[in-house]
């Protein structure tokens, strides 16, 4: 019996437009003069890669991984980042949401971004159908069908981890797929555990990794699935898996006793099942090591971007400047050491869009440029949102003082007056002093009138920062200094401070991770001279941060085959192999390694990592998660958010440094944030399905 299905139709010029936008609804008039069966499609190459290239096509705005503000999908802002130019805003029901504020205080119900759980089910049921008759495709090789029936498989698999960590533990439909507009018995599916859905994906990505025919794309198809983001999304499966609050949560003893761990007794199925584990199973670290160590042997060869050492300085970067010799890395050349590469421009051009994704050997999974313009060109992107107002940017997304003070300084000590404010005063004073026309010079890269905390820092604090009278580089050709670089200060009244509107930096701390030096906006609508960057979805930094993290929780030492059974790893706690994860991205950083001490400390160092993590992926839609899988967001997301006083003028610079508390960024956190409310609508289709935590289950 022939049943009719819609399809989209999408032009595969090149493998990028598999991750072209299309409408939502699945009507197939809009494409088709006459409706097509599944016979038709799947007996047709073009129609069958059309077919898969609507699979992927629901992978964009709230199912990507960096993204702004927009549709009710946050995951950028942590205790790192903020945006501050929607407050208040009111709803038509009179309550104000879809702001920084009610974001931050959980004041956001379940119709707030639900389309990421609708869009995700129906790239699940499109890439099923596809995988269950690709086979019949005749104009197809037989080495071409098992590879696109292994990118629909990653794309499958792919959409139940980004719900896994958003919603928690979700419905797994089956294998042949459920449409969503069947009856309402056939989607009443209850949810699987954490640990099922975990292994489900992994399952699955490790069968599309042997479907998949390459651990390398040629440039035109450099967006497509490969074997090895594969196995990186099923290394994430796994961490997540292990870490606290889907394993056991405290039972390991080893997380902060303020944090509560009633998450997993009220977490349930419609039955009672518990859908978190209750107890503590430390296999589970080694399993994700495991899996980590996968994407760090296999045939692909990823490595970090690295930038070679630059002599020559231009208006748009400094030339390199060599961090304090430490007896070690500074001696050698990359990989062991920094002495021939420049630490500031291998981070800064990752993001800044001046190397092409088939150019950067770590990037692991990439939508592509322009993905859905949340990090370019809309009215939600970050790029818009970070350029100071000088450059017709927003001058709206900042940084916390907690962000700023996480990264080290040049030679890996912590800053002065670290967390001081925040400690209730305890600890180190801060520098105190500023940058003159006479010695600005000697704190490379600032300017003149400058204050001396942000000197002397760490290579990715000035690829990532925009402090008070940081440089932002000006190509607008209207500008008379165009060609040159602004010092871009944030005191009241001045061009980039407050000045009664709603655009201002609420810490006087501003972002340039993902601005290219020479983005500009002419006018508020311009979104021209944004050059095009690539989304990081899974870089191989953040593999080896988490090799490591999953190293360091081990006491006992465990045999675990390799994904293709090929070899076994001895998976245990051993230094040299935490080394492989942390002294690359401490190298490209151009920061010192930790001390034998701190590595021969589990709790130290499992502070150290998280740290790195903090400042290496900062900015990518990875800390917000991070702290609530660790089970940190209780704390870290309840303390107060400090910045600059930027009440104070140009005039009153030395009062303007005082680090104060921001009160118009409250903060707090409550165990129904871990995850993501249901929608309501989608409680009343299937039956079975349970509502998270705090959230409401029906009107």
Known sequence: MKKIFATCIMSLASASVLLTSCADELDSDKYFEDRKTLETVFTSRQQSEEWLAYAYSFMTNELADVIGKGNGHYHCFADDMYYGDRDPQY????????????????????????????????????ASVFIHNIDKNPQMTEEERIDRKGQARFARAYYYWLLLRKYGPVPIMPDNGVDYTQNYEAVSIPRSTYEECAVYIATEMEQAAKEIQYWKRDPLNIVRPTKGACLAARALAYVYAASPLA????????????????????????DGKHLLSLEYDESKWARAAAACRDLMECEAGYELY???????????????????????????NWPEGWADIDPYLSYRQIFDGEVGMADNPELIFTRGYNMCDDINNSITSLVAHQLPSSLNGWNAHGMTQKMVDAYYMNDGSDVPGKDSEMNGGNGSERVQGWTTARNYRDY????????????????????????????????????????TYNAVFYYRGGDNGYTNSTRYLRTGIGIKKWVNPHDYRSTNGDYNHIQRKYETAIRYADILLMYAECLNELT??????SWDGSKQYTISRDVAEIKRGIQPVRIRAGVPDY?????????????????????????????????????????????????????????????????????????????????????????????????????QYYD
């Not at 394993?247 to 998450?263: C, E, F, R, T, Y």
């Not at 006992?556 to 085959?561: M, V």
């Not at 610079?653 to 921001?662: A, E, G, L, N, R």
């Open 91 to 126: 709803g038509d029901d009179g309550e104000y949401r879809h702001t920084y504020n009610a974001f931050k205080l959980g004041e956001y119900d379940e119709d707030t971004g639900y389309w990421a759980w609708e869009k995700a089910y129906k790239g699940i049921f499109q």
């Open 247 to 270: 394993n056991g949560q405290l039972s390991n003893g080893k997380h902060d006793p303020s944090v509560k761990d009633d998450i997993a007794k009220l977490l349930t199925n419609f």
């Open 306 to 332: 690295h930038a070679p050492y630059n002599t020559v300085a231009t208006f748009d970067r400094d030339a390199t400047i060599d961090p304090p010799a430490d007896g070690n890395f500074s001696t050698k």
């Open 444 to 483: 490379p890269p600032l300017a003149p009138n400058v204050s001396l905390q942000y000197a002397n820092r760490e290579p990715r604090f000035y690829a990532s920062v925009a402090f008070n009278g940081s440089k932002w580089w000006d190509t607008n050709p209207s500008h008379t200094t165009s060609g």
């Open 556 to 561: 006992q030492s465990y045999t675990i085959d």
């Open 595 to 695: 001390t034998a001490a701190e590595y021969a400390d589990r709790d130290v160092l499992r502070d150290k990592i998280k740290r790195e993590r903090m400042i290496e992926l900062m900015g990518e839609g990875k800390r917000y998660y991070d702290l609530r899988r660790w089970m940190d967001a209780q704390v870290e997301e309840s303390k107060i958010i400090y910045g600059c006083n930027i009440m104070m003028t140009a005039a009153q610079k030395d009062d303007f440094q005082k680090i104060v508390p921001i009160t118009s960024l409250p903060t707090t956190f409550s165990e129904k944030m871990y995850f993501w409310p249901i929608r309501k609508a989608e409680l009343k289709r299937n039956y079975k399905l349970t509502q998270n935590p705090g959230w």
